[in-house]
C-alpha cells in the first residue's frame, strides 16, 4: 500500500491519507481484516507528525473502515457492504455534479451527456 503525500495539495495531509486508504479499501486493496501500519510507522514513512497519522486514523474509525484495538493496532472493518456501497455512490455523484458543471459551461446539454456516457459505457 503507497499513500502519496502532495504539498502542493490543498487538502490537509491527514485528508489526503484518509482519501487514500479508503479509496485502497473500497477499491479491495485492502480486505477486511487487514491489518494497518501503526500510527508511528506510517508518519514515520510519510516523515509526517504522529498527530497527523493519529487524526487520519480517528477519521477513519469514526467513518466505520477501519477498527483500532488497543495494543494490537488498526484493522480494515469487516465488510459493511451498504457502507462501502454508500461512500462509492457518494463519490460518483461528485464527479457527475462536476460533469453537469463541466458541461453547462461548455454549453452540452443532458441528452448529450447521456450519450456521452453511454459510448463510454460501451468502452469498457
Same mark, same amino acid.
Given at each position: ?14 485528508? $489526503?491519507?484518509?482519501? $487514500?486508504?479508503?479509496?485502497?479499501? %473500497?477499491?479491495?486493496?485492502? #480486505?477486511?481484516?487487514?491489518? %494497518? ?21 480517528? #477519521?477513519?474509525?469514526? $467513518? ?16 459493511? &457492504?451498504? %457502507? %462501502?456501497?454508500? #461512500?462509492? &455512490? ?5 464527479? &457527475? ?14 441528452? #448529450?451527456?447521456?450519450?456521452? &456516457? ?7
Amino acid at each position: 500500500m503507497d499513500i502519496v503525500i502532495s504539498n502542493a495539495s490543498d487538502k490537509p495531509i491527514y485528508e $489526503q491519507i484518509v482519501f $487514500q486508504l479508503k479509496d485502497a479499501i %473500497l477499491s479491495g486493496a485492502l #480486505e477486511p481484516g487487514s491489518s %494497518l501500519p501503526s500510527m508511528r510507522m506510517l508518519a514515520n514513512r510519510l516523515h509526517v507528525s504522529v498527530i497527523t497519522t493519529k487524526r487520519a486514523y480517528a #477519521e477513519l474509525e469514526a $467513518q466505520g473502515f477501519i477498527d483500532t484495538v488497543q495494543g494490537k493496532g488498526s484493522f480494515v472493518a469487516g465488510a459493511n &457492504l451498504e %457502507l %462501502l456501497r454508500e #461512500e462509492c &455512490l457518494r463519490r460518483v455523484e461528485e464527479h &457527475l455534479v462536476a460533469a453537469l458543471s463541466d458541461a453547462r459551461v461548455a454549453g452540452v446539454d443532458v441528452a #448529450e451527456l447521456h450519450d456521452m &456516457l453511454d459510448a463510454l459505457a460501451v468502452d469498457e
